[in-house]
């Protein structure tokens, strides 16, 4: 079973900036998308960004912009760069592998970032 890991969320004011990693174990990591994702409390859980196995991404209106998702195929983890943060970007952040649009993998323990105002 694919394990998923998220790391690098914490607590920052509104404007600073922080790097989400997300490591997966598995061998086929540099053939998936991978999609970083976000769920505030009380809100469903949305895509934020995605990257193809080779390197297209796409972003949510939200944080297009702000956000820049990367990869390292060598060390199979997937990083979100968060510049600009607003208190809106609060949530328990995942990542996950997607097939056609839609993430396939068991959902890991995330990792929270907080923006105070």
């Known amino acids: 079973q694919v394990q998923i890991a998220e790391s690098g969320g914490g607590l920052v004011q509104s404007g600073g900036s922080l790097r989400l990693s997300c490591t997966v174990s598995?061998?086929?990591?540099?053939?998936?998308?991978m999609g970083w994702f976000r769920q505030a409390p009380g809100k469903q859980r949305d895509l934020v960004a995605a990257?193809?196995?080779?390197?297209?991404?796409i972003y949510a209106d939200p944080v297009k912009g702000r956000f820049t998702i990367s990869r390292d195929n060598l060390h199979n983890t997937v990083y979100l760069q968060m510049n600009s943060l607003k208190p809106e970007d609060t949530a328990v952040y995942y990542c996950?592998?997607?097939?056609?649009?839609?993430?396939?993998?068991?959902w890991g323990q995330g990792t929270q970032v907080t923006v105070s105002s």
């Open positions: 598995t061998r086929a990591f540099n053939a998936i998308t």
């Open positions: 996950n592998p997607m097939v056609d649009g839609v993430p396939r993998g068991s």
């Open positions: 990257i193809s196995r080779l390197g297209s991404t």
